[in-house]
């Protein structure tokens, strides 16, 4: 069960299929090696006893005979051991031997270090290719996916589950195929030596098996629901990150402690609850390995007793040598199976994102027209489908190439999902929208949105430079183009003011800059594509009124020729709008120019009064 959701992940052992199969090798090799170790020790122990004399006044002639059951590397140095060195030179058959289990040993470590140099290196290799395909994946969702998850799962996964998958890609798998490797070469010698000796000492195994399948099935589950709340607790860290201005301003840091802490305090206890349960593992394993040495040394010794041709000293040394090799790798199964669980639950969870699918997807054979500017927009009815807000109802608006249009009114009424269907953020769900007589779903996403430059509502600077931000989408710019564009937005005089001026840091999401900075840094960053279509959000509302009057003056020039959309709260009376667009409820109330909408005395004129009125009170107190 754990393994189906793991099968994602065999595309990246496929692609690593040489450095794989080298590691299983060198895996097999060094376990070879290892192996080989017991069979030279239980050799020199029946020399041993035979140089010792006899053991019940008997003569002890049993060692030569044993040989045939060695492995052929070493029968051939007993053959060469027995060949140079005479009954004599017993201290230097000794030494051999002593020197012949080092050779072994370094032999066998230097295929370990061969073994992790190919397999942890390529889990590493797996954990980078993982990161960056749910990287690209989260690129290619669409909005409706973000807001209905929190940044926190999103980082979550890419970090801590990811981390989780390359334990399985890299040291369980190792493990697992070093414990095959071992199991299987010390069961094929110790059956050779002595199959029933061997039943023996593996009778406590099955005991160990069953342990292991009931531990496993509790730690999975367990595993899964851990992850979760290691989301939770993440996505409550990087609120508190993001939001300490309100935290600080509303003095409740004391009170987000509490909430982090109650979060803390449930995902401790359930990372402890697993702890203790996977604690049975290892006192469980050390029994049984204990248990299995001591069945090896009482029933070799009576075999010995009532047959010393039979069960020699030296096999008894044999089998108690294997069983201690045995005691990591058997050990190591508890922590294999627990890493495997709780990859599965990690790959499970990473599956859920990796298998969701943009709603907002290219067409088979998409168009990539160069745009002129002509929007039309016809009966377009829109529902968020995370809230089911129906943002707009039968909207059409027919906006010709090089106009300038001011979308008006109130908060809720409908005016950022224009500008967000117009980029294809989402689609509607009924009506069409073109551009210059294409359908906008039909174009190519990346082309349709590198023609049209957005500065959203909700500004956002990324931790980089301030040329780094405003260059942002244009890698090419140069500084006379940033300079441009920074004097268009109205900026420049106060970017030249800072010391480091535009290569000045602005921090996580520009927390060192005004909010009217940031936003006419975010104009600048639109301006410098210089396109042919550009939308403004509400671009505006954190700056004073000189500052305002400066920039509509630069707008106005700059985007003389181009189709412009301005989405506002407030009437901007300084700038000439080929259209003006009053918006209620998701619908158009009203359409004209600044003259005709007054003359209506509607919804336009009622709401320019008021702002009239309010800008009076200010300067009243001014």
Request: glycine fraction near 6%; charged fraction near 20%; aromatic fraction near 10%.
């Amino acid at each position: 069960m754990a393994l189906k959701h793991l099968k994602a992940v065999n595309k990246y052992f496929l692609k690593y299929k040489w450095r794989f199969s080298l590691g299983i090798v060198f895996v097999i090799v060094s376990n070879y090696f290892g192996i080989l170790a017991p069979q030279v020790t239980g050799y020199i122990m029946d020399k041993v006893q035979i140089k010792m004399g006899s053991v019940g006044n008997e003569p002890q002639v049993y060692t030569k005979s044993y040989s045939k059951d060695y492995d052929p590397l070493v029968k051939a140095f007993i053959h060469q051991a027995e060949e140079r060195i005479n009954a004599h030179d017993f201290i230097w058959l000794v030494m051999v031997c002593g020197v012949t289990l080092l050779a072994l040993a370094v032999l066998r470590g230097l295929f370990m270090f061969f073994m992790r140099q190919t397999i942890i290196v390529m889990s590493r290799l797996i954990e980078y290719d993982q990161k960056n395909e749910v990287y690209l994946h989260y690129q290619r969702l669409d909005m409706a996916f973000y807001k209905e998850h929190s940044t926190g799962d999103l980082m979550s996964r890419m970090a801590e589950d990811v981390s989780r998958v390359r334990t399985y890609t890299g040291p369980a798998i190792m493990y697992f195929i070093n414990l095959v490797a071992l199991i299987g070469l010390s069961l094929f010698y110790m059956f050779q030596k002595s199959w029933e000796l061997t039943l023996y000492v593996l009778a406590p195994l099955p005991v160990l098996a069953i342990t292991i399948y009931i531990v496993n099935t509790i730690i999975h589950k367990k595993s899964e629901h851990i992850q979760a709340q290691l989301s939770t607790l993440t996505t409550n860290a990087q609120e508190s990150y993001s939001g300490i201005r309100v935290i600080k301003s509303f003095v409740q840091e004391r009170a987000m402690k509490q909430f982090f802490d109650r979060n803390s305090e449930i995902y401790k206890q359930s990372a402890v609850n697993l702890a203790k349960i996977e604690a049975i593992y290892f006192p469980s394993i050390s029994l049984l390995i204990g248990l299995s040495t001591l069945l090896t040394i009482m029933i070799g010794g009576l075999y010995h007793i009532q047959n010393p041709d039979g069960i020699t000293i030296g096999t008894i040394a044999e089998f108690v040598v294997y069983i201690n090799m045995l005691t990591f790798p058997v050990s190591s199964i508890g922590w294999v199976a627990s890493n495997v669980q709780r990859a599965s639950a990690s790959q499970k969870r990473l599956n859920e994102f990796l298998d969701t699918r943009p709603n907002i997807n290219n067409v088979a054979h998409p168009m990539a027209p160069g745009l002129k500017g002509h929007i039309r927009f016809e009966q377009v009815d829109f529902t968020y489908p995370h809230t089911g807000i129906r943002a707009l109802k039968n909207f059409s608006l027919d906006i010709p190439k090089g106009h300038k249009i001011a979308i008006v009114g109130r908060t809720g009424s409908g005016k950022t999902t224009v500008a967000q269907l117009l980029l294809r953020m989402y689609d509607p769900g009924q009506g069409k929208i073109t551009i210059d007589g294409a359908a906008i779903k039909e174009m190519e996403l990346h082309s349709l949105r590198s023609q049209i430059s957005y500065v959203p509502q909700d500004v956002f600077l990324f931790s980089d430079s301030i040329a780094g931000n405003i260059r942002f989408g244009m890698d090419e710019a140069t500084e006379e183009q940033i300079r441009r564009a920074a004097r268009n937005a109205g900026v420049e005089k106060e970017i030249a003011a800072f010391p480091d001026g535009y290569q000045t840091l602005v921090g996580e999401r520009g927390v060192t800059l005004s909010g009217g900075q940031k936003q006419r840094i975010s104009i600048a960053r639109a301006m410098i594509k210089d396109p042919g279509i550009m939308i403004f959000d509400d671009c505006l509302s954190a700056v004073d009124a000189r500052t305002e009057k400066d920039i509509l003056e630069n707008l106005y020039h700059f985007l003389r020729n181009k189709t412009a959309i301005i989405i506002t709260h407030r009437i901007f009376s300084l700038f000439t709008f080929d259209m003006i667009v009053v918006m209620d409820a998701g619908e158009i109330v009203e359409k004209g120019t600044h003259e005709e909408l007054l003359a209506l005395n509607a919804h336009y004129a009622d709401m320019y009064r008021q702002q009239q009125l309010h800008e009076r009170e200010l300067k009243e107190e001014e």
